[in-house]
Antibody, heavy 118, light 106 residues
């Protein structure tokens, strides 16, 4: 069973940092890769990052590479996204999601809204 | 790899059959997935690996295609099918999504 719940979103000034989290209350967290996908207001889905099941291999979209850091704590069943040097372009709902076999995404959280504004 | 979808929006009636096309800028073999999203909700996986139906998804949803050209077909449209549909490739990182197709009631 998979139940993903994101938290930590809010309003942040441009140039500042924010760390969001995603807890999986199910029992399969340690066995799966995890993704972050975002959606700006009224826009489409934008893939952000993925990390391997063991938390050792992160990958990023070009838009966030060097600014965002994805991490996975299997002991706490928690996925993180550290976001630095935020810009207004990063304003979006951020979804955590479970990846299957390095391929498709089969479960999504409800999302957490990050607003970057002065 | 960039993904495009057509049409960007579509009007149809309950009971209709509709098709949405997704195209990749290079071959993605069979690493193509489809998601449905309703307003204010998280996306939902419909089809993975071009044509494999996710558990619990009705059989009126079918996927086809290969290499660069793919199609999602919905037969006998039901009221709950009116939503936005996204394709996504998972061939190489970054896993990009198409821009979406909004399916509206005529």
């Amino acid at each position: 069973q998979v139940h993903l719940v994101e938290s930590g979103g809010g309003v942040v000034h441009p140039g500042r940092s924010l760390k969001i989290s995603c807890v999986d209350s199910g029992s399969t967290f340690t066995s799966y890769a995890m993704h972050w996908v975002r959606q700006a207001p009224g826009k489409g889905l934008d893939w952000v990052a993925v990390i391997s099941y063991d938390g050792f291999n992160p990958h990023y979209s070009d838009n966030v590479k060097g600014r965002f850091t994805i991490s996975k704590d299997n002991a706490k069943h928690t996925l993180y996204l550290q976001m630095d040097s935020l810009t207004t372009e990063d304003t979006a709902v951020y979804y955590c999601a479970r990846g299957v076999s390095g391929s498709y995404i089969d479960h999504w959280g409800q999302g957490t809204l990050v607003t970057v504004s002065s | 790899i960039q993904m495009t979808q057509s049409p960007s929006s579509l009007s149809a009636s309950v009971g209709d059959r509709v098709s949405i096309t997704c195209r990749a800028t290079q071959s993605i073999r069979t690493y193509l997935n489809w998601y449905q999203q309703k307003p204010g909700k998280a996306p939902k996986l419909l089809i993975y690996a071009v044509s494999s139906l996710q558990t619990g998804v009705p059989s009126r949803f079918t996927g086809s295609g290969s290499e660069t050209d793919f199609t999602l077909t919905i037969s006998n449209l039901q009221p709950e099918d009116f939503a936005t549909y996204y394709c996504q490739h998972s061939f190489t990182i970054p896993y990009s999504f198409g821009p979406g197709t909004k399916l509206e009631i005529k």
